[in-house]
């Protein structure tokens, strides 16, 4: 029992004399560090550390704990392994002392922790990212409020005016009370997911666990294109506020567009679940304003996996009539009330049936908003717990 324990361990094991000469080592051990065990047989430990760690470092490490119960080597450092190709790995190493008829020996036990460092850099960056974005965020809010301080100055002359100011100055601090409770909370569940997954990573490393690992890599790249769906949104939303947005048609092929657009966020369907795309009739070569009309499929295809159940599919269609392209998002999903759909395109509005589903709120104003600049009209077909139809007609140049 002992021998599989030490043969078939997921930690590398090297014992090396008091000396700091290897004795012995576990396969575990010879595929971390490249070195075949019959080699690494009479190298010092101090070999398998790249240059970049003191060499005095180590032996210090090993004179304080050969005196003292297991634990681990290097704390408060990074340490690393020193491979034969010359390449070096994050490692964590602890290491205890234990006696036999032969001598005293040091057994050093080593964990591979190169892909954890990959996940907290990742991690780190997504922080630093949102840090950022706050960070801008607050600087837009100071902005505004000077520019409504201003215009308090200037509105002032009049009683009218200043409550003309007073109801206005309200109305933008609702909604940047909205804006920021919104974000956290969005922001919020993402976040959380990503770390509980990464966390749980660590844990499925036996062989078998592969759906697991599976599993968590997926819920990490939906969290994260969530975040991107509401990074995009709020950017929109600043773009438009700021009037910075127009339409600039080009040249484009309709159907090549919509089929990249769809196959690049496959991420988002469910199980079982699709989105289909078919043109009917008319010649796909075109004019539009690429990153308009891109956001609105976006958003459009987003809801509609979002709010349709798994084994639904959803059915993009397209037509080209007498310079005019209608375009056809269909869901099978729970459809909006009817008493909603006319504030459907409100900022922050949610239909009351989904308000236990993940939203902004900002994805069907946006829509809007880009439609009024593309002039194209929206038309919305929905009963509940049947499904939606949003058609959009472009007119085109």
Do not use: C, W
């Amino acid at each position: 029992m002992l021998h599989a324990l030490f043969e078939y361990a997921n930690e590398g094991i090297i014992v090396s004399d008091k000396n700091g000469k290897i004795v012995i080592a576990n396969p575990t051990a010879e595929k971390q560090f490249g070195f075949e065990v019959e080699v690494l047989i009479g190298k010092s430990i101090e070999d398998l550390i790249p240059e970049s760690v003191s060499n005095d470092q180590v032996k210090h490490e090993q004179e304080k704990f050969a005196s003292q119960h297991p634990r681990a080597m290097g704390k408060g450092i990074d340490l690393f392994g020193h491979r034969k190709d010359q390449t070096v790995f994050p490692v964590e190493m602890s290491v205890s002392i234990f006696k036999t008829t032969e001598g005293e020996y040091l057994m050093y036990f080593i964990v591979d922790i190169t892909e954890r460092k990959k996940q907290e850099l990742e991690i780190k960056r997504a922080q630093e990212e949102i840090i950022q974005l706050n960070i801008d965020l607050e600087k837009r809010v100071i902005e505004r409020t000077k520019e409504l301080d201003d215009a308090n100055i200037e509105l002032a002359r009049t009683k009218a005016e200043v409550m003309q100011s007073f109801n206005k100055e309200k109305e933008l601090n609702e909604l940047k009370s909205r804006f920021v409770t919104t974000a956290s909370h969005e922001f919020r569940t993402p976040l959380a997911t990503i770390l509980s997954s990464v966390s749980l990573i660590g844990k499925y490393n036996e062989p078998g666990d592969e759906d697991k690992r599976k599993k968590h890599i997926n819920r990490i790249k939906l969290s994260v294109t969530h975040l991107t769906e509401i990074l995009n949104n709020f950017l929109s939303l600043g773009k438009l506020e700021e009037g910075i947005v127009r339409n600039n048609p080009e040249p484009m092929i309709l159907d090549q567009f919509i089929k990249s657009l769809i196959d690049d966020n496959r991420t988002l369907e469910k199980e079982e679940q699709e989105v289909n795309y078919k043109h009917i009739k008319g010649d796909t070569a075109i004019q539009l304003d690429k990153y308009l009309f891109h956001s609105i499929l976006l958003n459009l295809i987003s809801n509609a996996i979002k709010y349709s159940p798994e084994h639904k599919p959803i059915q993009i269609t397209t037509e080209i009539v007498n310079q005019k392209l209608t375009l056809y998002v269909i869901d099978q999903g729970m459809g909006i009330p009817a008493t909603d759909q006319e504030n459907l395109f409100e900022r922050f509005f949610r239909a009351k049936n989904v308000e236990n589903i993940q939203g902004t709120g900002l994805g069907l104003n946006i829509v809007k908003k880009y439609a009024e600049l593309m002039n194209a009209e929206i038309i919305i077909e929905s009963t509940e717990g049947v499904g939606t139809t949003f058609q959009i007609e472009f007119i085109l140049t």
